[in-house]
């Protein structure tokens, strides 16, 4: 039964019978050819069963492993190793086959290959995926076949591995390198100049050349008869939440993934950036009720508590309720905080609805309200048009387009902090409006 289920007839074999029936054929008409016909047959015959004694006289000539990493990260292209080696005593023609999680949608994956006795051989490729949740691979199946190409013989190894994809860990690497090396403006995040006094005091230390005289601590000066000054910090530990909206405005589609795929990647980057610069950082997320609510904590320790609480969010078909957000944030965030609220508006009179909870939150905490350009429509105002309904299609847009505008100015009217934002842009614009406000002491 085992040699059954590893039994394949090589595409090539047809080809020497398509030959022999030719062969065949012609005899008809030149009967010399028939019996060179009958020796071919018996030929191939003979190489049927050399070719079957090749392949099937080792037990296992073929060892194949898939590399897997423990997690994928969602929206990146994330690379994929398969390791595989040959132990038969000639050269071997193999084709690999690897069963790919249905979320993907390939179903012609294939890479061919020519071994070598006893040589180690590895091939990379690359998954993009963009759904979080656990993606089951199935077999990693290994074609093998000789020089003679007349039949195949199957390898299945690794049946049914799984593996989970979470928030984007590739974005969230990339951010952490840039924000340890300081070279942040690689990444076209812009450097902040630092406005007024947002320091605490650290220590008293003898006074060198080059210290602010304006530090000078005369007291100290007067004890010491030497002179000394003042030494500062910048401000730290300060409470960063950040929001996210889970109701139906964020399963609008870009590129294959929501917007609430593009609010979680950004909000795992930036917790690690603000993490890293000593701040706190925690998370809430809400639509009918609140879902999540993880207090401000500065431990590194916390990103993985903030990655496993976002790898399990998803939307949902309700409106979300920025009532209950308000009393919920008046309740459990005492301290003034910065609140980096993720959310979508599609026309004003949504904002406007909303606007009375947002004014709310703004006047005991720093509010950043993010919202999304329409992509889709930045592509059709920039078309050309041809008859009357394209013009009608293209001032539609443009009207919404405006809309978009019109709510970031509404907002910033009432002291509101914003950020408009294609959804590609997300985390460099969330991460800049960060260093922003930090740099202008408003928290």
Same mark, same amino acid.
């Given at each position: 039964?085992?040699?059954?289920?590893?039994?394949?007839?090589?595409?090539?074999?047809?080809? *020497?019978?398509?030959?022999?029936?030719?062969?065949?054929?012609?005899?008809?008409?030149?009967?010399?050819?028939?019996?060179? /016909?009958?020796?071919?047959?018996?030929?191939?015959?003979?190489?049927?069963?050399?070719?079957? =004694?090749?392949?099937?006289?080792?037990?296992?000539?073929?060892?194949?492993?898939?590399?897997?990493?423990?997690?994928?990260?969602?929206?990146? =292209?994330?690379? #994929?190793?398969?390791?595989?080696?040959?132990?038969?005593?000639?050269?071997?023609?193999? /084709?690999?086959?690897?069963?790919?999680?249905?979320?993907?949608?390939?179903?012609?994956?294939?890479?061919?290959?020519?071994?070598?006795?006893?040589?180690? =051989?590895?091939?990379?490729? /690359?998954?993009?995926?963009?759904?979080?949740?656990?993606?089951?691979?199935?077999?990693?199946?290994?074609?093998?076949?000789?020089?003679?190409?007349?039949?195949?013989?199957?390898?299945?190894?690794?049946?049914?591995?799984?593996?989970?994809?979470?928030?984007?860990?590739?974005?969230?690497?990339q951010y952490d390198f840039l924000a340890i090396s300081n070279h942040l403006t690689e990444?076209?995040?812009?450097?902040?100049?630092?406005?007024?006094?947002?320091?605490?005091?650290?220590?008293?230390?003898? =006074?060198?050349?080059?210290?602010?005289?304006?530090?000078?601590?005369?007291?100290?000066?007067?004890?010491?008869?030497?002179?000394?000054?003042?030494? *500062?910090?910048?401000? @730290?530990?300060?409470?960063? *939440?950040?929001?996210?909206?889970?109701?139906?405005?964020?399963?609008?589609?870009?590129?294959? $993934?929501?917007?609430?795929?593009?609010?979680?990647?950004?909000?795992?980057?930036?917790?690690?950036?603000?993490?890293?610069?000593?701040?706190?950082?925690?998370?809430?997320?809400?639509? @009918?009720?609140?879902?999540?609510?993880?207090?401000?904590?500065?431990?590194?320790?916390?990103?993985?508590?903030?990655?496993?609480?976002?790898?399990?969010?998803?939307?949902?078909?309700?409106?979300?309720?920025?009532?209950?957000?308000?009393?919920?944030?008046?309740? @459990?965030?005492?301290?003034?905080?910065?609140? $980096?609220?993720?959310?979508?508006?599609?026309?004003?009179?949504?904002?406007?609805?909303?606007?009375?909870? #947002?004014?709310?939150?703004?006047?005991?905490?720093?509010?950043?309200?993010?919202?999304?350009?329409?992509?889709?429509?930045?592509?059709?105002?920039?078309?050309?048009?041809?008859d009357i309904q394209d013009i009608y299609h293209k001032s539609v847009a443009e009207k919404?387009?405006?809309?978009?505008?019109?709510?970031?100015?509404?907002?910033?009217? *009432?002291?509101?902090?914003?950020?408009?934002?294609?959804?590609?842009?997300?985390?460099?614009?969330?991460?800049?409006?960060?260093?922003?406000?930090?740099?202008?002491?408003?928290?």
């Open positions: 039964m085992k040699f059954l289920k590893s039994f394949y007839i090589h595409n090539t074999f047809f080809r *020497y019978i398509a030959v022999l029936a030719a062969s065949f054929v012609l005899s008809y008409w030149f009967p010399v050819i028939y019996p060179i /016909s009958w020796l071919l047959t018996l030929l191939l015959f003979s190489l049927f069963l050399f070719d079957i =004694y090749l392949l099937y006289r080792p037990h296992s000539a073929i060892m194949a492993k898939r590399v897997l990493p423990k997690k994928l990260s969602n929206s990146d =292209y994330n690379p #994929l190793k398969v390791n595989y080696r040959s132990s038969y005593n000639f050269k071997t023609y193999v /084709s690999i086959i690897d069963e790919l999680p249905v979320q993907f949608q390939k179903r012609d994956f294939e890479h061919r290959s020519v071994l070598d006795k006893n040589e180690d =051989y590895q091939f990379e490729y /690359s998954l993009r995926p963009v759904e979080r949740g656990e993606y089951h691979f199935g077999s990693l199946i290994v074609f093998a076949s000789s020089p003679l190409k007349i039949i195949k013989r199957k390898y299945a190894f690794e049946k049914y591995r799984t593996v989970p994809v979470y928030p984007s860990i590739i974005q969230m690497q990444m076209g995040l812009k450097k902040m100049r630092r406005i007024g006094q947002t320091q605490e005091f650290e220590q008293i230390k003898e =006074y060198v050349s080059g210290d602010d005289i304006r530090t000078v601590n005369w007291k100290a000066t007067a004890k010491q008869n030497n002179l000394m000054v003042n030494q *500062y910090q910048d401000e @730290k530990s300060q409470p960063v *939440y950040s929001i996210i909206d889970t109701g139906r405005v964020m399963k609008m589609p870009f590129n294959d $993934l929501k917007l609430l795929d593009y609010a979680i990647n950004s909000t795992l980057a930036f917790s690690n950036v603000a993490l890293k610069r000593h701040d706190k950082t925690g998370l809430i997320t809400f639509s @009918k009720g609140i879902e999540t609510h993880l207090p401000a904590v500065q431990k590194i320790t916390h990103l993985n508590t903030i990655l496993e609480k976002l790898y399990g969010i998803d939307t949902s078909f309700t409106d979300s309720d920025f009532g209950l957000l308000y009393g919920h944030v008046k309740r @459990k965030v005492s301290h003034r905080s910065l609140l $980096l609220f993720y959310t979508n508006f599609e026309h004003i009179s949504a904002l406007r609805r909303q606007l009375p909870y #947002l004014l709310a939150l703004a006047k005991k905490h720093v509010l950043v309200v993010i919202f999304f350009e329409n992509t889709e429509l930045e592509d059709l105002i920039t078309s050309d048009t041809e919404f387009s405006f809309e978009k505008q019109l709510m970031q100015k509404e907002l910033q009217k *009432y002291g509101i902090q914003t950020i408009l934002t294609k959804p590609a842009n997300l985390t460099l614009k969330t991460i800049n409006k960060y260093l922003e406000i930090k740099a202008r002491g408003l928290i």
